[in-house]
């Protein structure tokens, strides 16, 4: 079964910088693409960024300049480093690995950006 752990989630201030990992375990085949989605109250869940297989990336404009995703493939994890955070980038973060024809979630790592 695949499962997908994130960590990195937690309170900082803005402008400050996170760092989001992710491995995904239980995996028979290869993982395609991976990404990272966020969901803020009264919201609904939007990219933050993804990573195919070879590294082409692509980023929500809220986040270009500021948020940089990279993969490791060896170990099947995913990276989200976010600089100059701000209060709008509150909420809650979602790994995404797609594997086959299938998405993979993982559970949300609360990131909150307050003074």
């Known amino acids: 079964q695949v499962q997908l752990v994130e960590s990195g989630g937690g309170l900082v201030q803005p402008g400050g910088s996170l760092r989001l990992s992710c491995v995904v375990s239980?995996?028979?085949?290869?993982?395609?693409?991976m990404g990272w989605y966020r969901q803020a109250p009264g919201k609904e869940r939007e990219l933050v960024a993804h990573?195919?297989?070879?590294?082409?990336?692509n980023y929500a404009d809220s986040v270009k300049g500021r948020f940089t995703i990279s993969r490791d493939n060896a170990k099947n994890t995913v990276h989200l480093q976010m600089n100059s955070l701000k209060l709008d980038d509150t909420a809650v973060y979602y790994c995404?690995?797609?594997?086959?024809?299938?998405?993979?979630w993982g559970q949300g790592t609360q990131v909150t950006v307050s003074s």
């Open positions: 995404l690995a797609q594997v086959g024809l299938r998405n993979y």
């Open positions: 239980g995996s028979r085949f290869s993982i395609n693409g």
């Open positions: 990573i195919t297989t070879f590294g082409s990336t």
